[in-house]
């Protein structure tokens, strides 16, 4: 007898034989039982999961001549025809071969020829979606009223190719990718009725690999059985043409260290194994997706389960921002890897590419948390020494053994001569500072421009709308004209205050920061007193926008 493969071998005859599928197997029995045929049924889903199958099934109960119940026999000249595909009562056409027009029309007349008595004929039209416009056309009005004793079955792997005036004149089910467990325990009981020894590691593998389609797994193990036993998960990748989750570990420890070297050498390893470079990139997006599930949600990740401990390891060492920004470089090379000509150099781009800008995001990430906490050491700074000014610390930040009672909305009235003792204490009194005067600056101001403009021509041509009019303590007040908000807006900015900064530094010998205002908020400023204190605050706040979006920074009193 010719060797029949498992996916057939195994195919269900019943349907409680159907694995995963019990919202569907459980509504075709109910409307068995209560004899509500429909005149059309539609079964969408994944490939591999039964739908042809049901189809069948639900034929052979149709017509069974020794019904067991709801289940058909199995038995009977109609159950073992159907079974063969040489049953008269039942037509399986497969639209990608049969989609015009012309054999629609074929199918319309033969419906009109009467069944065998007391028999159901049964067409069912697999890969629906590919007909053509005219040919859905062509069937509309014979699938909304057929003649008695029609039954249409419509599978397809593609339902939103489906027209919705096909749609409205079926019963729709949906079929759904079946679960690793319930196929590695499919699996696991073929091995057994075979006597075959098959690692549970490598049926898991199999398992997550089929991706949901039983049909599918039961390919896999097929030619896995060609092996001697007992199988292990090794020889499982090599069937599939993979490298292996262990493989896609080992990349990932070197883009983890930020080594080109080890990465490179991986990646080689693999190739040099016989690997294409394209499957390699994309078991590595798998791995990493694993990964990231495993990060975000916590549930244990779909691989290995020798590798679990160590992918989770590695999920735990990497920012997620990381982890998202590896993803997204590796999926724009992996669409484009299918149009190299040289997939080996791509492939190893690709990798040098996914280091180097995860260094850079790193490092960007780095700079900020660095930034952020001198920010927050100058805020605190400013409030231990300007109490009873508006503070910008939480509530929640302050040791409860230190909060007062909330400040009343009107803040209570300070001497000038208190206000000017804090105001001293703030203030730095070097020799150097003591000497610098605003007539200094803007005597040496054409210097500082051309400094700059040196550094940055951009900055520059921002700055050359403001003028300096003020120094108090290291703050130094440039004033912008009105209509030029976007030119002080710009000069705010980190990296062109930044440059302004330094160059400050260069000419004049001490440290200045700059305070940039426009002339009518210059002009409409508090007294003097207090304007060294709002001013500092300003510019932490100016600082925290620059560094988060203006949109993002809320300052209380």
Known sequence: ???????????????????????????????????????????????????????????KALNCEQLMGIEPCNQCSSCVSIDHGSAIEVFEIDAASNRGIDEIRDLRENIKLSSIKDKYKVYIIDEVHMLTTEAFNALLKTLEEPPPQVVFILATTEVQKIPLTILSRVQRFEFHR????????????????????????????????????????????????????????KEVYQVLGMVGETFSSQLVEGLLASDYGKSLATLTEGIQQGRDPRQIIRELLDYLRQMLLSLTI???????????????????????????????????????????????????????????????????????????????????????????????????????????????????????????????????NTESQQLLTIEKIQGQWNDVLEQVKRRKKSTQAFLLEGKPVQIEGNSLTIVFREGCSFHKDKVNQNENRQTIEEVLQQIFGIPLSLVNLMESEFKTREAPELQDLKRQEQTLVDKAKDMFGADLVTVRD
């Not at 690793?180 to 690999?209: D, H, M, Y």
């Not at 735990?316 to 150099?345: C, D, F, T, V």
Request: charged content about 25%; glycine content about 6%; overall charge positive.
């Open 1 to 59: 007898m010719a060797y029949l493969a498992l996916y057939r071998e195994w195919r269900p005859k019943t349907f409680k034989e159907i694995v995963g599928q019990e919202h569907i197997t459980q509504t075709l029995v109910n409307a068995l039982k209560q004899k509500k045929i429909a005149h059309a049924y539609l079964f969408s889903g994944p490939r591999g999961t039964g739908k042809t199958t049901a189809a069948k099934i639900l034929a």
């Open 178 to 233: 079946i679960s690793v467990e319930n196929i590695g325990k499919r699996l696991s009981l073929v091995c057994e009725s075979l006597g075959r020894q098959v690692e549970p590691n490598a049926l898991a593998v199999i398992a997550q690999k089929s991706e949901g389609g039983l049909r599918d797994a039961l390919s896999i193990l097929d030619q896995c059985l060609l092996q001697n036993d007992p199988i292990d998960v």
């Open 298 to 428: 916590g549930e244990p990740p779909l691989v290995a389960p020798e590798v679990q401990a160590q992918l989770i390891r590695q999920s735990e060492q990497i920012p997620i921002s990381r982890l998202l920004h590896w993803i997204s470089i590796l999926m724009q090379g992996e669409g484009q890897l299918k149009y190299a000509s040289n997939a080996r150099l791509a492939a190893e781009l690709l990798i040098v590419q996914t280091i180097h800008e995860g260094q850079n995001l790193s490092g960007g990430q780095e700079e900020i948390l660095k930034r952020l906490t001198l920010l927050e050491q100058e805020i605190q700074s400013i409030r231990m020494r300007s109490d009873g000014f508006p503070s910008l610390n939480r509530p929640e930040d302050i040791p409860s053994s230190k909060r007062t009672a909330p400040m009343s909305t009107k803040p209570p009235q300070k001497s000038v001569a208190e206000v000017k003792e804090r105001t001293a204490a703030i203030e730095p």
